[in-house]
């Protein structure tokens, strides 16, 4: 596939604090009116993709049926190469051969915001923020993997200025879309469990390679990066270091400087059952205990305990998380712990399984799912078909939010990213959501921000 390149100029490294920031007013509204006038019902939008390998493929194979625009990754052999081998996304990537290919967003937008309707966001863990608001910048609706932003100070300057900017937004978390969540919601709120007060979640899913890492020591030989990455660009707002294997492609997970851990991973999976069944929003303590932490990594395993307060006529519930092989207490006997997760609520009445991703749920034991099978409440919350990608371009056109916009993604994500800052400062935290800030240990808020000063160029 002979597609072009496109060379990273020196020059971008100021791009976006120099003429675009100064005219951002003037391209907001170009943008904005250009995307409006572009998405009536029967067009196809005009989109770009940033971050096209691994996860990335699956939005590309979701929405090959828009016109994608543009497509921009630091690493082609993965970005590009190998998706157009793969035997699912092959054929996607192969509708789109007049698509023009970045390394670096900002060239892109410099190139390209006038043929742009709307951006889907799908890299690293602490490149989604700059690149986020540089397209909310220019105007463009806006689609962003879990967990949306790397730190809490990042995902309310996000959500903020999404909503400021009109756009519709969507943070990438399948669950929110998938029946399992629904029926969750339905059964709670009809009063099928009593008064929830426990709910347990879980993963072992990835292997603890991607989550924590043993650094190499000092007198290791220096690695030199892939030929084909950009690895300046892909380190991007955060501390320069030299390039290290496991700093890189799918282990950045495990590093702080990049990533959110296991639970950064997976907890707006396996914990959003909960937050949307019992309108959960922001938990007044949480307390981790994990195993020995390691200097830039996250530890192998983790366990914490979140306490919600009352809310309405709900009372107040205890969240507990494990990961990393550590399991909750058998339910019933006979139990399965599926390894990529899930949650289990506890009420008056009884028992709930919610599968991994929201999948499905199911009364426990069997027997009381047979019992009560007759006489479950109707479906009242509308089903969404397609996945997250589907009902984020469905939105779009037809001016709606999603079911995982950034307002509504927000708390749910607070309360991971809450979670990633008890386990760096392997201590209890207090926290005031009003005022964002850990009361009980002043030392910890710096893990409420990015932690470290954004590299200068990146328009954050």
Known sequence: MNLPVFPDSPSRRDFL???ALATGALLLSRATSRAAASTA??????LALIGVGQRGKAGLTALDHEQIVAFCDVDFARGRDQVAADRKSG????????????HDYRLMFEQMSDQIDAVVVTV??????PIAMTALRYGKHLYVEKPLCRCITEVRA???????????????????????????REWVQA???????????????????????????????PETPPPTLHYDLWQGVAPERPYRRFRGHQSWRGCVDYGTGRLGDWACHQMDAAYYALDLDAPTSIEAATTEPKPETFPAVNTLTYEFPAR?????????????????????EGFTFRPEGGSIFYGEKGA???????STARFLPESRMQELARSLPPKTIPRVSGGPHIEWVNAIRAGKRCGSDFEIARPLVETALLGVAAIRAQSRLVWDSAAGRVTNLASANRFIGPGYDYRPGWGV
């Open 91 to 102: 054929p996607s990537l192969a509708r789109f051969p007049q698509a023009k290919w970045f």
């Open 312 to 332: 309405g006529a709900r009372g107040p519930v205890t969240l507990k998380w494990f990961d990393g092989g550590i399991l909750p207490p058998q339910p019933i």
């Open 352 to 358: 709930l399984w919610v599968a991994s991703h929201s």
């Open 158 to 184: 996000l959500q903020a200025a999404a909503k400021k900017a009109g756009v519709v937004t969507q943070m990438g978390n399948q669950g929110r879309t998938a029946e399992g969540i629904r029926l969750a």
């Open 41 to 46: 019902a029967n067009s196809r939008l005009q």
């Open 124 to 129: 690293p863990d602490h490149m989604h923020f």
């Open 17 to 19: 604090k120099s003429g």
């Open 191 to 221: 009063g099928l469990l009593g008064r929830v007060h426990t709910v347990h979640a879980w993963t072992n899913g990835g292997t603890t390679g991607f989550y924590s890492h043993d650094l190499p020591k000092r007198d290791a030989a």
